[in-house]
Nanobody, 115 residues
């Protein structure tokens, strides 16, 4: 069983930055996909950014140019650098991993952006 632990959330003002981290309990070198999702109050969970095993990154249109997903295989950690934060970025951010046809979720970290 793989465990994913997110950290780095918090309260920041609009225009600010945060970096989220997702530490995996096992190697991420052979993943199929790792991704960040978010869920705002009263809304469905949505994909924000993803990175494939080959290193290809994809982003939701709403965060393109502001967020960057990256990975450090030596630390078994995936990051989400978030710049130019806006109130609509508020939500719980979840880390997701797909590896060997199995899926795993972290417990989430709260991100709140004040206007």
């Amino acid at each position: 069983q793989v465990q994913l632990v997110e950290s780095g959330g918090g309260l920041v003002q609009a225009g600010g930055s945060l970096r989220l981290s997702c530490a995996a309990s096992s190697s991420i070198a052979s993943i199929n996909l790792m991704a960040w999702y978010r869920q705002a109050p009263g809304k469905q969970r949505e994909s924000v950014a993803s990175i494939t095993g080959g290193g290809t990154a994809n982003y939701a249109d709403s965060v393109k140019g502001r967020f960057t997903i990256s990975r450090d295989d030596a630390k078994n950690t995936v990051y989400l650098q978030m710049n130019g934060l806006m109130p609509e970025d508020t939500g719980v951010y979840y880390c997701y991993m797909r590896k060997v046809l199995r899926s795993y979720w972290g417990q989430g970290t709260q991100v709140t952006i004040s206007s």
